[in-house]
């Protein structure tokens, strides 16, 4: 992105808006992480056996770990139900922001590039910021009106007073213009330039920024329950089966996003739930160990996931039940795990 003229401050507004995407999955699988390594020298050390030795029962080493987790559950489903689908939203307006505000991005060489409405422009060549070689075609009601062609080029903003005008300054060329009763050469009106502006007003296009409706992964949990409201209702006037058949998918692919974010914070409970005895069973301290196990816990969970939501459109199979079995999974391993645990 810099390389293509974007400003390290849109840069920085685009790493905090990968922030939420990366903490739904970091915290999990750092939480399983930290606690197997733990555990797991805390008996490859024999503090366990002294744990036990000296009188105290394992529940009370368990109970402010498995605290801690219900407390980042919560702070993950307001990661997921709230601040992710926001943050993918106001990126994608950025996105389309910076698409209009920072042409040079979308501007690609040995092609016409169609960025700006009723204009055509073409760049042979492109070094940096520079252009060479470069067409401009004018049109309006859809008849071309002139042809500006000139021997380098380059884009210029408008000031902070003036934001929403782009320039693009052309330098050493030719301007035709094209009479509207006729387009024969010998007609055209022919004027040479040193030096030769061009102003895009985007204030339109970034107006329409506003009018962007989320999409489904883009909206809240309460945004996407109201949706769903919303498609029931719909489903009861409509009589033509393919038009049911339609909202009730959709339905399905909003109930299974719901259930899935919900149960992706749900997951640090479980993964605690697992990985307290697994740790202390292990008998090992090498830091490789737990890394593994967890490499291999959290593999089999999202690919569980994964397997769910790929029948999210699948109304018969329940897809939004899907989502709980890798945690299902997790909750009976766990359960089998510590009542081994405290038998010994």
Known sequence: MMSK????LIILKFLFLLVPFMLSYSIP????TSVLLVFS???ADNEVTAI???GVHLKKVMVPVIVCSLVLSGICYFINSYWRPNSIFNGRKLLLEVGMQEPLMK???GRFNEIFPGYLVYIAQKHGKIFKQVVVYKFEQEDLRTVITAESGQFAFGSKKDQN???LNL????IEDIPINGQETGKLNRMQFGTYTIDFNVTEQIKDLSKITKKEREMTNPELSKRVNELQKKIKQQAQYPLVQQLEQEISSIKTRIHNRVALAVSCFMFILVGIPLGISVHRSETSIGAGISLILMSVYYFLTTLGEAFQYKINMHPWVLMWIP???LLVIGTRLVYKLFQK
Request: glycine residues 8%.
């Open 5 to 8: 003229g974007i400003s390290s």
């Open 29 to 32: 699988i750092s939480i399983l």
């Open 41 to 43: 020298r805390l008996s």
């Open 52 to 54: 036990r030795a000296s």
């Open 107 to 109: 501007m690609e060489s």
């Open 165 to 167: 005008v782009v320039n």
């Open 171 to 174: 330098f050493n060329g030719v």
């Open 327 to 329: 945690n299902i999974f």
